[in-house]
């Protein structure tokens, strides 16, 4: 996902189906990469992380893939549930502080 | 204890009310964090506490006024807010400062009149 103004990146997938959200980042120099689930009324939720010496890192039903040399930044999410509906935000840590992306919001079609 | 707690959940404050938000956790993190979210923006970095000291402070207008008082709680004073700081009030902690292993509070949700 990437910033356009206003408006939230969305991605609508059949349930059961592959997610895969997508993020740029913007510092070559950063060091970790965090990606959050946010669902409605609720505070970010911590779902992967990986470190810049690393390309994928799998979790349960979730795979982030790294590409340093496009910096860019990926979240799969497999068989995808109607529970997964949220927004995902990417995280960058450069210099200390997390840079967060702007926001993916994956809507799951029954 | 794995989770931080934020109250109020919801609050409602006109523009020359006092208030304070309040945050506690109990995992034993050092460091605590306040942030702000506008709707369908990603979160926005206030003020970060280090071992119960300010470290950083994002350029935050006077009105907000964070104070911690120990290694648990992290209040957020707010005094003559205006309406565009109605907003999603996010409070975070981690075992060091560095930005790995956030635990993040539901938030509160304020709206200034």
């Known amino acids: 996902g990437e910033s356009v103004g206003l408006h939230l990146p969305t991605l609508s997938v059949q349930e059961g189906d592959n997610s895969i959200i997508n993020c740029a980042y913007s510092n070559s120099a950063s060091d970790y990469f965090i990606w959050y689930k946010q669902e409605s009324g609720k505070g970010p939720q911590f779902i992967i992380d990986i470190r810049s010496n690393m390309d994928k890192r799998q979790g349960q039903r979730v795979t982030v893939l790294l590409n340093k040399t496009v910096k860019h930044l990926s979240l799969q999410i497999a068989a995808t549930q109607p529970g997964d509906s949220a927004v995902y935000f990417c995280?960058?840590?450069?210099?200390?502080?997390?840079?967060w992306g702007a926001g993916t919001k994956l809507i799951i079609k029954p | 204890d794995t989770e931080v707690t934020q109250t109020p959940k919801h609050l409602v404050m006109g523009m020359t009310n006092k208030k304070s938000l309040k945050c506690e956790q109990h995992m034993g993190h050092r460091a605590m964090y306040w942030y702000k979210q506008k709707a369908k923006k990603p979160p926005e970095l206030m003020f970060v506490?280090?071992?119960?000291?300010?470290?950083i402070n994002e350029s935050v207008p006077s009105r907000f006024s964070p104070e911690c008082p120990n290694s648990s709680l992290l209040n957020l004073h707010l005094h003559a807010l205006q309406p565009e700081d109605s907003a999603l009030y996010l409070c975070?902690?981690?075992?060091?400062?560095?930005?790995?292993?956030?635990?993040f509070g539901s938030g509160t949700r304020l709206t200034v009149v």
């Open positions: 506490y280090s071992y119960e000291k300010l470290s």
């Open positions: 975070a902690s981690s075992p060091g400062q560095g930005p790995g292993g956030y635990t």
């Open positions: 995280a960058e840590r450069s210099n200390y502080q997390l840079i």
